[in-house]
């Protein structure tokens, strides 16, 4: 099992910034992908951003230029940094990762989330 927890979640105003942190602990062999999604009261969920073992990076188009994902590999922690934040952008914002098994089966783990509001 793989155990994920996310914090840096808060009240900022628009313009402002927040950093979020993703740890897994556990079973945390083989994470292929780490991301982040969110989801606003009434809206459906929507991915943000992920980034591979490798380093590769994608984003949702409203966040370019203004949120920054990333990964400690040794820490099984990933970040996401958010600058410029607009009040559309509040949510709550869940980790979530992919994990591939020494047989190939492939598991997905989901945090509780943590809400980021932004103020006008």
């Known amino acids: 099992q793989v155990r994920v927890v996310e914090s840096g979640g808060g009240l900022v105003q628009a313009g402002g910034s927040l950093r979020l942190s993703c740890v897994a602990s556990g079973s945390t062999f083989n994470i292929e992908v780490m991301g982040w999604y969110r989801q606003a009261p009434g809206k459906q969920r929507e991915l943000v951003a992920t980034?591979?073992?490798?380093?590769?990076?994608q984003y949702i188009d409203s966040v370019k230029g203004r949120f920054t994902i990333s990964r400690d590999n040794a820490k099984n922690t990933v970040y996401l940094q958010m600058n410029s934040l607009k009040p559309e952008d509040t949510a709550v914002y869940l980790c979530?990762?992919?994990?591939?098994?020494?047989?190939?089966?492939?598991?997905?783990?989901w945090g509780q989330g943590t809400q980021v509001t932004v103020n006008s």
């Open positions: 980034i591979t073992t490798g380093g590769s990076t």
């Open positions: 979530n990762l992919k994990r591939r098994d020494t047989d190939a089966t492939v598991y997905y783990y």
